[in-house]
T-cell receptor, first 117, second 118 residues
């Protein structure tokens, strides 16, 4: 069965600090996809990154970086030099092919990040 | 040009009423979804349609009935609304479900519809 755990419910940092959001997943499939989405206070859900299970390369995009480790079933997200605009709820998600052939995506409970000026 | 648009943005109604939420995507995607986000921000899939056919139905009460007149639209009709239905409902779409090696399952979300049942 699929499961995504984001153990950190809330994190509070001061601007310019680095912060890492943890994500641990469970799956029996060998082919799966991992995502991070951002939900700012305005409420929309914004796609940040997708990783497939065969690609363990870490990725950096500006101040954002992601560390995918299959050995520990983790897909952690680091924000470097955080800014107030990074304040949001961040969701980790796992997607597998479901019974009907479509992708079934399970979201973690989310981590609320507060960045104080 | 809104890619995935939902209407209405806010919906306030009484228990027992029937209401609909509309969703349209102009991205040319084959697959559309409905999610429910509760007050604790927990996001859970309800339905998924691919080319107008239901492919995922996640133990949702049958008071909820999705309708897909064409692959660009997935509407959600809710009968006999209950207090527990109060939530934010998100519509999403993704490209061809089979193209997992490409961007097939990246989901693009609408802005959400906040439903309040009084």
């Amino acid at each position: 069965a699929q499961k995504v755990t984001q153990a950190q419910t809330e994190i509070s940092v001061v601007e310019k600090e680095d912060v890492t959001l943890d994500c641990v997943y469970e799956t029996r499939d060998t082919t799966y996809y991992l995502f991070w989405y951002k939900q700012p206070p305005s409420g929309e859900l914004v796609f940040l990154i997708r990783r497939n299970s065969f690609d363990e390369q870490n990725e950096i995009s500006g101040r954002y970086s992601w560390n995918f480790q299959k050995s520990t079933s983790s897909f952690n997200f680091t924000i470097t030099a955080s800014q107030v605009v990074d304040s949001a709820v961040y969701f980790c998600a796992l997607s597998e092919v479901g019974l009907g052939g479509g992708f079934k995506t399970i979201f973690g409970a989310g981590t609320r990040l507060f960045v104080k000026a | 040009d809104t890619a995935v648009s939902q209407t209405p943005k806010y919906l306030v109604t009484q228990m027992g009423n029937d209401k609909s939420i509309k969703c349209e995507q102009n991205l040319g995607h084959d697959t559309m979804y409905w999610y429910k986000q509760d007050s604790k921000k927990f996001l859970k899939i309800m339905f998924s349609y691919n080319n107008k056919e239901l492919i995922i139905n996640e133990t949702v009460p049958n008071r909820f009935s999705p309708k897909s007149p064409d692959k660009a639209h997935l509407n959600l009709h809710i009968n006999s609304l209950e207090l527990g239905d109060s939530a934010v409902y998100f519509c999403a779409s993704s490209p061809n479900l089979a193209s997992g090696s490409g961007v097939g399952n990246i989901q693009y979300f609408g802005a959400g519809t906040r439903l309040s049942v009084l």
